[in-house]
C-alpha cells in the first residue's frame, strides 16, 4: 500500500521541519546568530499562512490567487489598532483574524460561485481591490507603508520584544493550526468538503448544502490567513501594501503546491523549505531565482511522473 | 592583520528596478576597487543582497546583514517604502545605513538619526526643481502625469510647491501601464504649455518612446524626473533627445573626480554611468573618508557619527555637505539628454536651478 | 395522497419544449415508472422535480408543500433522494466511504468539524449494510474511481437508499449493469415499495413491468398515457411511440 | 482478421487482465459477456491502446498493434462506440460526426438515415442531447471512421427498445457486408440472435467460449458466470 | 471629452484590446484544448519581444525582425512542448501552476542574464513611423493602426480555423476528451503540440509587434499575463470568440473607462476628493468590470458552450 506510507513520510517531514524550527533558538544562541532565530521564526509565519490557504487549496480544490489580501488585512488591522493604542495582542489578534474573515465572507460569496481558473482570477481580482485600497490610504503611508513602532504587547506585557518569545508562540500557533487543520480534514466537515469540490451535484442531492460548505471554508482559511498577516506585521515590524500582492499571493500557492496539496503538514513543509531555500538561494547568488526556476519546474515535472506511474 | 570591515549592499536587483540596483553596486564596487579592496587602510568586504522590491523580505535580509554577516555599514535601498522597512532594523543593530538614493521626508525630519546618511536628495527636491524651472520659464499651463502611487503623487506635490500656473490637469496611471495612448491623446487634447511628469524605469520608456511616436515632442517641452536618465536612455534612444529632467550631477560635469569616475565606469561597464550609480560611487566614498579619519575603528560611535559627518572626499558632482540630519546641502541642475561623439546617450547639464540647496525638513530633525 | 406531485410543469430550452404542461403524482410507497423514447423529456422532468432545473412554468409540491423554488440539498434534506443518469460517486473515496457520506448528510450534526468520519461506527454501520444490500460489500474498501462502471452505478444505489428517503427518484437506475446485477437491483426496490415511493426512469421492460404500480409514457414533453401497467402496455399509442412489439 | 493472444494489463499496479485471447474473423461476430467489473472496458480499452498493454498480442489483419498509440490502432480500422458515449460535449451534433470520419461507405446521409434523430438535432451541441441522443450520436461517430472493426461497449444502454432493436438490425446488416463486430451489451437474448460467438469474461480470463446455441444448450454456464 | 478625443480613446482602447487579444487567444486555446494553465505564456510573449530586439542587428529591417521573432517564438513553443508541455497534459492544474512558474523565473532571469535588466527597444518601422491627422486637431500613429490590422486580421483567420476547419473540431473535440479522440483516429500528442506551437507565435508576434511601443524589460510579460488571464475568464475559457469580445471589453474599458471615469468624478466630486478616489477606481476599474461580469455570468461572456 503506497498512499499511507507516503502520508506518514510527509508527516516525518514536517515533523523534521519543525524541529529544526524549534532548535533555532539554541543554534543562535550558540552560534550567537540572532538572525537564525529571525529566519526560523519568518518560515513559521509562513507556514501558518501556508496551512491556511491549503485549507481551500487542497480540500475545497480551490486555488486562489488573493489570499494575500488575508494576510494585508490582518496586518492593517494591527497597524490601524496600534494606532490608536490598541496593540494589545489579546484584543488585535483576535481583531485581525475577524478583519480578515469578514472580508473572506462577501467576496467568498461571490467568487463561490465559480470554479477553477475563474476562481482563481475572481479571488486575484479581489486581491487587487484590496491592495489599491490599501495603497491610497495616504494616512497609513500610502504605497510605501509604515513601521509599527513596537511589537504588541501581551497582557501589558513586553514578552513578545523578545525574539524567543514570538518564536515560541509562532511555533505553538503553527502546531496548533496543523493538528486542528489535520482533524478538520479527517473529520465530518473535510469530507463534505471533499464531495463538495469532486462531485457538487452529489453532494447537493444528498442534502449538502454546498455553497455554505465552501463558504465556510473560505472564511476559516480567511481567518488564518488575517491571524498569518499579524504575524508576519510584527515579524517585520513593517506595514505595507506589498502584502496585498498578488505576488505574495502567487508564492503562497507555490508553497502549498510545492509541499503537496493533499495535507496540511505538506503546505506547511512546503513553506519552511522554501522560505529557507530562498534565502540560501539569496546569499549565494544574484541569479539563484534561475536555480528556484529549475528546482520548481524539476519538482512539478517529477510529481507528474509520479502521478502518473500510479 | 585586522579583521575585514563589512558593508552590505542592500538594493532591488530582481524585477523592473533591478536596472537602478545595479547601478548602485556597480558604482560601490568601482569605488572599491579603485581603493584596491580597502576602506580606510582596513581589508573591506561586500555583501550584496536582493531586497526583491518586498518591504517584508528587505527587512528579514537588513536583518540577516546586520545580525548573521555583521556588517558595519549598509548601503542601501533604491526605493523608499524599502527605506521604511529596514531603517530599524539597520540602525538599531548597530551598523550605520547611507542610503545612495530613497530620501524620504519622513527620515529629514523629526524621525533622523545620527546613523543615517543619505548620498542622494531628499525625494520632492527633484521635482521642485523642474517646478521652479518651469515657473521660471513664465509657462502657465501644465499638464501633471504621474503614477498612482505614494510617490506619484509626491511628485507632483513637489513640481506644485514651486510652480504657480495653472495645473490643467493631474494624471494619475496605474504602475502596471504599458501604453500612454490614452494620456497622450488626452495631452494633445489640453494643449498645454508644458508637460511635468515623473515615470521611473520601463514606464518612462514607453511614455518617451510614445509621446515622440505621436507627434507631440515638437511641440510641448517635456520636464520630467527619473524618466530620461542614464538607465532608461539605452533604451529610449532618439526619443529622448532634448527631453528635460533635473539632477545635481551629470555625467558631462567637468571636474577631475567626474572624469575619473565616468571614465573608470564605462570602462568597467561599459555603460554611461547614471546618478544611481555615482551616488553609490559617494556612499562607498563616505564609508572610506570617515574610517580614515576614525583609524579605521568603528567602536566609538560618536567619533564615527562626526567623521562621516565631514564628508572629506571629493564627490563626482563637486562640492558636497550635509546637513546636520545627514542629508546633503548641494547644486541642482536642469539637465537634457543629448547623444555622446561614441554614439552612447547621457544627460548634460543645461543650467544650475539651486546652489547650496537644504531639504526644508532638517529644521525638525532634533540632531544637531 | 400523493407524497409528490407535478403540476402543470413546463420547460424549454430555446424553441425545444422538452417538459410541456405535465403534471404526474406520486402516492406514498408506490413505484410509478415513467418510460419513453429517447429524447422525450424524463430526465430534464427528474432534474425539475430534484431541483436541479428550475421549471418555467408550474409547480412542484412535496407532501403537499410547495417545493418548486428550494434548492436541491433542502429537497434532500426533506426526505427526497435521486440517482443520476451519468454516474456521480466522489471518486477518491472509498465505496465505503461514499455511503458513509450519504449517512452523514442526513444524520445529526453533518458538519461536525473535529469527529472523525474515517470508522466512526455511526456511519460505517448503516453504510456497510447499504453496501451489503446491494452486493458490493465485497468492494467497500476499493475507491470509487476504480470501480468499473457497472460497480459504479449499483454504488449510487447504495447512496441514495442510505439517505432512507421517503420519495426516490429513479433515472435509468439498471443501465449499465449486468442482467444479473440489474436483477439483484430490481429485488431490492421491490423490498422497498410501501415504505418509499419510488419514481423510476427506467427502459428495461422488464424491471419496469416487474416494479411499476403505474406506468406514465411521456413522449415529447408531453404525458400520452398513464395507468395501470397492464392498460397502458395494451395502449396502441404507447406501443407505437415506444414499446414496440415488445 | 483480429487475433488477440495473452492479453494481460491493468490500472497502476492493479492486474485486471491475465491472459485474455480470442480471434474474429471477416464478416464475425462475438459477443463479449461478463459481469459487472470483470474486465471486458478493460479488454476494449487495451486493444484501443488506451490502457498500455504489459505482454501478449494484437494482430489486425496480421499487423501487430500491441503498444501502438491509439489513433494508429484506429487508424489501422478499427471503430469503437466507448462506455459512457464520450460525445465531445462542445460540438455540435453535425461536428461530431465528421471531425473524426474517414471516407468510406458510411457518409453523413447514410449514418444519418440509421439514426434519424440525429438529424434533427443536427445544430445542437453534444452536451444537450438526452443519454439515449449521445448513444446515437456515438454510434454515428464510429460507423462514420468506415472501420473494418466495429467495436461497441455497451453500445444500447439507455436506448428505447424500439431504437434497440433497430441498432441490432442494422448490426446484422453490417455483418451482412463483412464487417466484423465486437460487442458487449447485457441484453443477451439479443446477442444471441446477432453472434456468432460468445466469450464469458471472468476476473480477467475467458472461462468460456462458444456459440449462442450451446451457451443456451448449457444453463449450468450462464448460472455460473453470468448471474450472481 | 470632445468627439475626437473620443475617437483617438476608442481606437487606443480597441488597439490595447487585439493586442491582448493576441495574447489572450493562444492563452486561451492551451486553456481550452490542453487543460492546461500556462502562466509562461507571458513569458512567451517577453521572449518575442527580446528576439525581435536580438535578430534586429543581424538583420537590418524592423519587419524581418519581427518576422524572424514570430518564427523563432514557434519554434521555441514547440521545443518547450517537448521537453515540459507535453509532460503536463493531463496533469493537475496546481502541478502545472508550479511547473510554468519555474519557468517564469528561468526565463526571465536568463534573459536578464543575456540582456541585462536595462529596458531595450525596437525601433518603428520607417514606412510605419508618422502618424495620420484626425479631426480636430489630433493625430494618430500610422503604427498603432499597422497593429490593429494585423491584430484583427489574426483574429478572423484564428475564428475561422477554429470554428470552421475539421482542426478547429478536433482542436474542440481534444479539449473535452481527448482519449476518446484518439481512439477514434485523431493523433492528439501532434495536434496539441501545433497548438501549443500555435499559442507561442502569437504571443510572440504579439510581443514583438508591441516592441516598438512598450518598453522591453525582462519583466514585461507580467502584467500582460493577468490581462490575458482577465480576458479569457471574462471570455469564457475555451472560447476564442469569448476572447475576442473580452478582449476589446478590456482594452475599452481600460483607455475610455479611464478618461470617462476621471471627468465624471472631477464634476461630480471636489477636486481633492476626485484626485484621491479617481487613480484608485482607475487602476481597479478592469477588476470591478470582471467581478461583476463574473457574479452574474460565472461562465464568462461567451462560454465554450456545453463545456461540462
Ligand atoms: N441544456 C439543454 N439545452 C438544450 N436542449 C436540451 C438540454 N437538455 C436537454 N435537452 C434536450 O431536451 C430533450 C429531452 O432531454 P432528456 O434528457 O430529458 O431526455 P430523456 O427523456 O431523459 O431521454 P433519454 O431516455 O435518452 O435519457 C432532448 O431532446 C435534449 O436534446
Ligand atoms: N480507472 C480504474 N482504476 C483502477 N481500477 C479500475 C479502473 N477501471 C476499472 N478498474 C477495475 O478493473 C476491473 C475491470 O473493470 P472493467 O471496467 O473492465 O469491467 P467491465 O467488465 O467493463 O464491467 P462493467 O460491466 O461494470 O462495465 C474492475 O475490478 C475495476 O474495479
Ligand atoms: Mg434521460
Ligand atoms: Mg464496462
Keep these: ?310 | ?368 | 395522497m400523493s407524497v409528490l406531485a407535478a403540476e402543470g410543469l413546463c420547460k424549454s430550452f430555446g424553441a425545444l419544449a422538452v417538459t410541456q404542461a405535465v403534471s404526474l403524482d406520486l402516492r406514498a410507497g408506490e413505484v410509478h415508472a415513467l418510460i419513453g423514447p429517447n429524447g422525450a423529456g424524463k430526465s430534464s422532468l427528474i432534474a425539475q422535480l430534484a431541483g436541479t432545473l428550475a421549471p418555467d412554468a408550474g409547480r412542484v409540491r412535496l407532501e403537499g408543500a410547495d417545493i418548486t423554488r428550494l434548492p436541491p440539498h433542502l429537497r434532500a434534506r426533506r426526505g427526497m433522494a435521486r440517482t443520476f443518469q451519468i454516474s456521480a460517486v466522489v471518486g477518491g473515496l472509498s465505496a465505503l466511504a461514499n455511503v458513509a457520506l450519504a449517512v452523514q448528510a442526513h444524520g445529526p450534526r453533518p458538519l461536525a468539524p473535529f469527529r472523525r468520519a474515517d470508522g466512526d461506527a455511526a456511519l460505517e454501520g448503516p453504510a456497510r449494510a447499504a453496501l451489503a444490500d446491494v452486493g458490493l460489500a465485497d468492494r467497500a474498501a476499493v475507491p470509487a474511481e476504480a470501480l468499473s462502471y457497472g460497480e459504479r452505478r449499483v454504488l449510487e444505489i447504495a447512496c441514495a437508499l442510505a439517505l432512507v428517503p421517503r420519495v426516490l427518484l429513479l433515472d435509468e437506475p439498471l443501465a449499465g449493469m449486468g442482467h444479473a446485477e440489474g436483477r439483484r437491483i430490481v429485488a431490492l426496490l421491490a423490498g422497498l415499495r410501501g415504505r418509499c415511493a419510488m419514481l423510476l426512469v427506467e427502459h428495461d421492460m422488464d424491471a419496469v413491468f416487474a416494479l411499476a404500480d403505474r406506468l406514465s409514457v411521456l413522449v415529447e414533453g408531453r404525458v400520452i398515457a398513464s395507468g395501470p401497467p397492464a392498460a397502458v402496455r395494451a395502449d396502441p399509442a404507447v406501443r407505437a411511440a415506444y414499446l414496440g412489439a415488445a | ?228 | ?308
Design chain 4, 1 to 228: 482478421m483480429l487475433e488477440v493472444a495473452g492479453l494481460e494489463s491493468g490500472y497502476g499496479r492493479a492486474q485486471v487482465l491475465f491472459g485474455v485471447g480470442f480471434t474474429l474473423g471477416m464478416g464475425e461476430t462475438l459477443a463479449l459477456l461478463g459481469r459487472n467489473g470483470m474486465g471486458k472496458t478493460t479488454t476494449v480499452r487495451t486493444l484501443m491502446g488506451m490502457l498500455p498493454p504489459w505482454r501478449g498480442s494484437i494482430r489486425l489483419g496480421g499487423r501487430e498493434l500491441a503498444g501502438q498509440a491509439s489513433h494508429l490502432i484506429a487508424q489501422a480500422g478499427i471503430g469503437l462506440v466507448p462506455e459512457g458515449r464520450g460525445v465531445f460535449p462542445t460540438l455540435t451534433v453535425a461536428e461530431n460526426l465528421i471531425a473524426t470520419a474517414r471516407p468510406g461507405p458510411w457518409t453523413l446521409p447514410r449514418a444519418l438515415a440509421l439514426l434519424p434523430r440525429l438529424g434533427a438535432r443536427l445544430h445542437h451541441r453534444g452536451a444537450e442531447l438526452s443519454g439515449g441522443e449521445q448513444q446515437m450520436l456515438a454510434i454515428g461517430r464510429a460507423l462514420l471512421t468506415n472501420p473494418r472493426l466495429l467495436i461497441l461497449d455497451e453500445a444500447t444502454e439507455g436506448l428505447a427498445p424500439l431504437l434497440r432493436a433497430e441498432i441490432f438490425a442494422a448490426l446484422a446488416a453490417l455483418k451482412a457486408e463483412g464487417e466484423a463486430v465486437l460487442v458487449i451489451d447485457k441484453h443477451v437474448a439479443d446477442l444471441s440472435r446477432l453472434a456468432d460467438r460468445m466469450a464469458i469474461l471472468e476476473k480477467g480470463r475467458i472461462v468460456w467460449h462458444g456459440t449462442p446455441a450451446a451457451l443456451h444448450a448449457d444453463p449450468a454456464i450462464v448460472g455460473r458466470h453470468l448471474h450472481v
Design chain 5, 1 to 308: 471629452m470632445s468627439p475626437a478625443l473620443l475617437l483617438v480613446q476608442a481606437l487606443n482602447g480597441l488597439e490595447l484590446g487585439v493586442l491582448l487579444f493576441l495574447i489572450a487567444a493562444g492563452l486561451t486555446l492551451v486553456f481550452g484544448v490542453m487543460d492546461v494553465v500556462n502562466l509562461a505564456h507571458g513569458v512567451q510573449y517577453m521572449l518575442g519581444a527580446y528576439l525581435a530586439v536580438a535578430f534586429l542587428p543581424w538583420c537590418g529591417s524592423v519587419w524581418a525582425a519581427i518576422a524572424l521573432a514570430a518564427v523563432a517564438s514557434l519554434v521555441l513553443g514547440a521545443l518547450l512542448e517537448r521537453l515540459v508541455f507535453r509532460h503536463l497534459i493531463g496533469a493537475d492544474h496546481l502541478d502545472q501552476v508550479l511547473a510554468t512558474f519555474g519557468l517564469i523565473l528561468l526565463a526571465e532571469e536568463g534573459v536578464k542574464l543575456l540582456f541585462g535588466p536595462a529596458p531595450r527597444t525596437l525601433p518603428v518601422p520607417a514606412l510605419l513611423s508618422g502618424a495620420v491627422p484626425l479631426f480636430g486637431g489630433l493625430h494618430y500613429a500610422v503604427y498603432r493602426l499597422a497593429v490593429l490590422a494585423a491584430g484583427l486580421a489574426m483574429a478572423g483567420l484564428l475564428w475561422l480555423m477554429i470554428e470552421h476547419t475539421r482542426t478547429g473540431m478536433r482542436l474542440r473535440a481534444g479539449a473535452s476528451n481527448a482519449p476518446v479522440l484518439a481512439a477514434l483516429g485523431v493523433d492528439v500528442g501532434r495536434l496539441f503540440a501545433r497548438v501549443l506551437a500555435l499559442g507561442a507565435m502569437l504571443a510572440g508576434f504579439a510581443g514583438a509587434i508591441a516592441a516598438p511601443i512598450v518598453s522591453v524589460d525582462p519583466g514585461m510579460g507580467g502584467p500582460v499575463l493577468i490581462l490575458a488571464f482577465v480576458v479569457i475568464v471574462l471570455g469564457g475559457a475555451g472560447s476564442v470568440r469569448g476572447s475576442f469580445v473580452a478582449a476589446l471589453l478590456v482594452g475599452l474599458t481600460d483607455t475610455l473607462g479611464r478618461g470617462l471615469l476621471d471627468a465624471a468624478l472631477i464634476a461630480a466630486l471636489p477636486p481633492a476628493a476626485a484626485h484621491t478616489a479617481g487613480p484608485a477606481l482607475a487602476s481597479m476599474l478592469i477588476y470591478l468590470v470582471m467581478a461583476a461580469v463574473l457574479a452574474f455570468r460565472p461562465a464568462g461572456l461567451l462560454p465554450a458552450r456545453g463545456r461540462a
Design chain 2, 1 to 368: 592583520a585586522q579583521a575585514p570591515v563589512k558593508v552590505g549592499v542592500l538594493v532591488t536587483l530582481s524585477g523592473p528596478g533591478a536596472v537602478l540596483g545595479q547601478q548602485v553596486r556597480d558604482g560601490v564596487a568601482l569605488a572599491l576597487k579603485d581603493r584596491d579592496g580597502k576602506l580606510g587602510g582596513r581589508p573591506a568586504e561586500l555583501v550584496v543582497v536582493d531586497d526583491e522590491l518586498k518591504p517584508d523580505v528587505a527587512a528579514a535580509r537588513a536583518r540577516r546583514l546586520v545580525e548573521s554577516d555583521r556588517v558595519d555599514f549598509v548601503i542601501g535601498p533604491i526605493f523608499s517604502n524599502i527605506l521604511g522597512a529596514i531603517f530599524r532594523p539597520v540602525t538599531e543593530g548597530g551598523a550605520v545605513l547611507v542610503s545612495p538614493n530613497a530620501g524620504s521626508s519622513v527620515f529629514a525630519g523629526r524621525q533622523c538619526s545620527p546613523d543615517f546618511f543619505v548620498t542622494s536628495y531628499e525625494n520632492t527636491q527633484i521635482h521642485a526643481v523642474l517646478g521652479e524651472y518651469a515657473q521660471r520659464q513664465g509657462y502657465k499651463r501644465a499638464f501633471l502625469l504621474a503614477p498612482n502611487y505614494q510617490a506619484g503623487k509626491d511628485a507632483v506635490a513637489g513640481f506644485r510647491s514651486r510652480f504657480r500656473g495653472e495645473v490643467v490637469a493631474e494624471d494619475y496611471v496605474p504602475l502596471t501601464t504599458v501604453d500612454f495612448q490614452a494620456d497622450l491623446a488626452r495631452i494633445a487634447d489640453a494643449r498645454p504649455d508644458v508637460i511635468f511628469t515623473f515615470m521611473p524605469g520601463g514606464l518612462g520608456v514607453a511614455l518617451v518612446r510614445q509621446f515622440h511616436q505621436s507627434g507631440l515632442a515638437d511641440r510641448i517641452p517635456f520636464l520630467s524626473a527619473f524618466t530620461v536618465d542614464e538607465s532608461t536612455l539605452p533604451a529610449e534612444q532618439d526619443a529622448a533627445l532634448g527631453l528635460y529632467g533635473a539632477m545635481t550631477w551629470a555625467p558631462d560635469m567637468d571636474n577631475a573626480a567626474n572624469r575619473k569616475f565616468v571614465g573608470e565606469y564605462l570602462a568597467a561597464y561599459h555603460a554611461v554611468p547614471g546618478s544611481y550609480a555615482m551616488q553609490g560611487y559617494d556612499a562607498l566614498q563616505l564609508i572610506d573618508s570617515a574610517l580614515a579619519r576614525t583609524g579605521g575603528t568603528t567602536s566609538d560611535r560618536a567619533k564615527l557619527h562626526a567623521a562621516l559627518h565631514a564628508a572629506d572626499f571629493a564627490s563626482p558632482r563637486g562640492a558636497f555637505r550635509f546637513n546636520t540630519n545627514g542629508y546633503p546641502i548641494q547644486d541642482f541642475y536642469l539637465v537634457k539628454a543629448a547623444k555622446r561623439p561614441d554614439g552612447l546617450y547621457q544627460t548634460e547639464i543645461v543650467q544650475k536651478v539651486f546652489s547650496d540647496w537644504a531639504d526644508e525638513f532638517a529644521a525638525a530633525c532634533p540632531l544637531k
Design chain 1, 1 to 310: 500500500m503506497r498512499r499511507p506510507r507516503l502520508r506518514q513520510s510527509g508527516v516525518v517531514l514536517a515533523a523534521l521541519l519543525l524541529a529544526v524550527l524549534a532548535l533555532a533558538p539554541v543554534a543562535a544562541r550558540l552560534l550567537g546568530n540572532a538572525w537564525l532565530l529571525a529566519l526560523a521564526t519568518r518560515a513559521g509565519v509562513f507556514a501558518i499562512a501556508a496551512v491556511s490557504l491549503q485549507f481551500i487549496v487542497g480540500f475545497a480544490g480551490l486555488a486562489s490567487l488573493g489570499h494575500a489580501a488575508f494576510l494585508g488585512i490582518g496586518a492593517y488591522a494591527l497597524l490601524m489598532l496600534a494606532g490608536a493604542g490598541w496593540d494589545e495582542m489579546a484584543l488585535s489578534l483576535p481583531a485581525a483574524i475577524l478583519a480578515a474573515a469578514a472580508y473572506a465572507w462577501p467576496t467568498g460569496w461571490l467568487a463561490l460561485r465559480t470554479r477553477g481558473v475563474t476562481f482563481i482570477m475572481i479571488t486575484l481580482a479581489f486581491g487587487q481591490m484590496a491592495f489599491f485600497v490599501a495603497e491610497s490610504l495616504a494616512v497609513y503611508g500610502g504605497d510605501d507603508g509604515m513601521p509599527l513602532d513596537r511589537a504588541p504587547p501581551l497582557f501589558g506585557s513586553r514578552l513578545l520584544a523578545r525574539p524567543e518569545a514570538f518564536h515560541a508562540l509562532v511555533l505553538l500557533l503553527l502546531l496548533a493550526l496543523l493538528l486542528a487543520a489535520r482533524r478538520l480534514g479527517a473529520g465530518r466537515f473535510g469530507r463534505a468538503l471533499r464531495a463538495a469540490r469532486e462531485m457538487p451535484g452529489l453532494a447537493a442531492s444528498l442534502g449538502f448544502d454546498v455553497v455554505r460548505v465552501r463558504l465556510i471554508a473560505y472564511v476559516l482559511a480567511g481567518g488564518v490567513g488575517g491571524l498569518a498577516g499579524w504575524l508576519l506585521a510584527v515579524a517585520s515590524g513593517f506595514v505595507s501594501p506589498a502584502l496585498f500582492d498578488w505576488r505574495l499571493a502567487g508564492q503562497l500557492l507555490v508553497m502549498v503546491i510545492l509541499g503537496g496539496v493533499a495535507t496540511p503538514e505538506g503546505a506547511a513543509s512546503g513553506a519552511i523549505f522554501l522560505v529557507l531555500v530562498e534565502e540560501g538561494l539569496s546569499a549565494a547568488d544574484e541569479h539563484g531565482r534561475i536555480v528556484l526556476g529549475a528546482l520548481l519546474l524539476g519538482a512539478a515535472l517529477w510529481r507528474v511522473r509520479r502521478g502518473r506511474a500510479g
